[in-house]
């Protein structure tokens, strides 16, 4: 389970994330969302410490993670993609697999044999197959479709076995249905790896389709939490976030 | 961009045992191959000069080579790798000189010389990134090359190391004997290639291109990003520290000059010259570079300005090096043959 407890960062006076306590069960899925400056890909950073947290605490399993470093945490089991794809450009789709299963198999300054490594093969072709890219393998990554590059993303961080995957708009910058079809990619994934899965969209008539469970961030705070029912019923929600973005569609 | 796809071409599909081994079987015999003709050389030719000639290429090729896998594999741009090519000469000339021990002895201690103080300097060194690692790094160069100027006790100061490095025969060896010299030095070369070679195809020589392409995503897929550019660091000065003992054996001294910033700026043309996405162009680039030395000062003492001609050529309108752009060619060829 990923507890956070009392999480804090401030920029300068502003506290983009501002005392957040939430769990995560294991094998959850759960959607953040909230108004843009809300603080969501903060809280995001925060976990996998890209940032260093100002207060609070987070444990997954019971293990102290707040402060360490990305690569610490990575192994730890918390695995991330971005919201602008972040690939390695010029590695083929199956290199790039394969050089993560070396990292994570701690043979990453290995100099004496030769890459890629046979033990490594198995998981990076089961990433690539539960992503769709096995066709592509060998695509150098920065030729991919846009659509692509963001499954690839994912396949870096679920290559990794995480026990958490936290993805960062897995949808940003897609049509309507490249998002349905990623969406359901993603719902598939959680399905089929039994992983607790945390996503930040900002398309609602997803959320409130796929997630079962959902977080509304607002000034680093947390708004409201519960099942898509409470939070479309939810005053605060409705006025600070709903309600201006449906007020806005009306017009 | 495409240089994993040049090297492994149609092995990517299987990535087998088998694959990842016999790429390795050829390089090795590719690089005996290479050691053989180098070494018929002498019977083919007396010409001095030609020897000479590939003497300071191994010396050079070395360097660039080593700066390459900073540069083209790790994104590291070094303005001062060639104070470990300055560190290399002097350190080998003064063992040799004030100990008297034998020839691999004085290798080996200039090689843990050079671990040591590219260790501290490299620590300092790639904490930052783009620009101010290249600073920092030709910082150093000038504190190193100073410190030669001024030391005049210990270096000989703006004169150099003279009176000669000692060569005691090893081994049946005897790098007086100017053949003897020939052979150790194309054998330095190979072995070095090939080493280096064995570094860029290894798992670690792919954790160089992930911190090149994307720092940040490397470190979260696990990678501990410092750790691996002080590796990367460190072991390309030993391989430049090859290269200028090789130097210190041929001209028999060390020269303030070896320490100098210029060489490191050599050492950036000759790869931009041959190009950073082939594990060969540097070593293109250096025979290029000698080549164009020798014969431009043969004709004119405006060598500088034939020089910087030729760089903007390559800079400004091929805007790649010879064996990128080979490759390139290549690579367009066979996408069009495949359909």
Redesign the interface.
Known sequence: MLEICGLSKSFGGVKATDDVTLDFADGSLTAVIGPNGAGKSTFFNLI?G?LRPDAGQILLDGVELAGR???EI??HGI??A?QVA???????V??TM???V???QR????????????ET?DR?EHAMELLGLASK??R?A?TLSHGDQKLLDIA??LV?DPKVLLLDEPTAGMGTEERWRMIDKVRELWEKQKITVVFIEHDMDIVFKIAPKIVVLCYGRILASGTPDEIRRNEAVIDAYLGTEHHEAAV | MSEAQAEQGASTLNVSRTGAKSQRYRDVLIALIAFTVLASLPMLTSSKFLLDFVIRCSAYGLFATSLNLLVGYTGLTSFGHGMFFGLGAYGYGLVMQKTGVSIPVAFVATLLITLVVATVIGAICVRLKEIYFAFVTLAFQMLIHSTILSWVSLTGGDQGLRGGIPRPAFLGIDLSNHLHLYIFSCALLVIGLLLMRQIAQSPFGYTLRMIRDNAARASFVGIDVYRAKLTIFVLAALFASVGGMIMALFVSGAYPEFAYWTISGEGIFINMLGGVTTFLGPMVGTVLLLILNDTVTRFTEYHGIVLGIVILFFAIGLRKGLMDFAYEWYAQRRDRERG
């Open positions: 996998t890209a470093s990305p690569p990575v192994r695995g991330r971005f972040s690939i390695f450009p010029s590695l083929t199956q290199e394969l050089a993560a070396c990292a994570d043979r990453a300054s290995v100099l004496h044999r030769r890459f890629p490594l046979p093969r990076a393998r060998n150098v920065a870096l961080a990794l």
